[in-house]
């Protein structure tokens, strides 16, 4: 979706501040707030699209004026709501007024938070065969979606060339709209920098991003 979220190439926000010899946490509730977001995908209750998706709908006011881990947790919030494991009532009470809902896999176990330890995979069987190759000219569509995307605002309606293919995989677009998996074909794309930032970019400058198929088509 467009939002305040999606700040690649937007200009007034100044240069990255990079903190040297950052901690993993400033304070001790951030890490709870990474457990407990990281425990309710164990838990199977939302998937990481729909985290992401819940994020970008915070009001700009408040994306702009909290924290990252209080954007996660705000996050949580309005997943938990959405879903019926917690209701307004019970979040302003800070504890359960009412029989809490089932979890789809209700054991979180040694086991399962070890095995979460890992990435995921979301390679998914392919559905059909690949519209492109490496070395195909294409463009990237001109959208403005009002649900997820994974297709930054500045790379859209521009001219690359497709660099590689990573095969199928779960489609963003759709899982964070309750369509499933909808597996789509991803590939890497090689933009020059004029084509993304204009004429007064650096000529040497390349841009790749990772791009689904239904973003693309041919140049």
Not at 66 to 71: D, G, H, L, P, T
Not at 201 to 211: E, G, Q, R
């Amino acid at each position: 979706m467009n939002g305040v979220h999606d700040m690649g190439g937007m200009d007034g926000f100044g240069k990255v501040e990079v903190e040297q010899t950052e901690p993993p946490f400033h304070e001790e509730w951030e890490g709870r707030v990474l457990a407990m977001v990281r425990a309710m995908g164990y838990a199977g209750a939302w998937h990481i699209d729909d985290s992401r998706y819940a994020q970008e709908t915070l009001p700009p006011q408040t994306y702009l004026a909290v924290s990252y881990y209080q954007r996660w947790e705000l996050a949580a919030e309005k997943n938990l709501v959405a879903r019926g494991y917690v209701t307004e009532e019970e979040l302003k009470a800070g504890h359960a007024i009412g029989p809490a809902k089932p979890l789809p896999r209700a054991r979180l176990t040694r086991d399962v938070v070890d095995a979460g330890m890992t990435r995921n995979s979301f390679f998914r069987q392919q559905q059909g065969p690949a519209r492109f190759k490496p070395g195909d000219r294409v463009r990237t569509v001109n959208i403005n979606p009002l649900g997820h995307t994974r297709l930054p605002r500045y790379a859209r309606d521009k001219v690359g060339r497709v660099e590689l293919i990573h095969g199928c995989h779960a489609y963003p677009d759709s899982v964070a709209s309750g369509r499933g998996d909808d597996p789509q074909w991803l590939y890497t794309v090689v933009f020059d920098g004029r084509e993304i930032w204009g004429a007064d970019a650096d000529p040497t400058l390349t841009v790749s991003i990772d791009a689904f198929e239904p973003y693309l088509q041919p140049a």
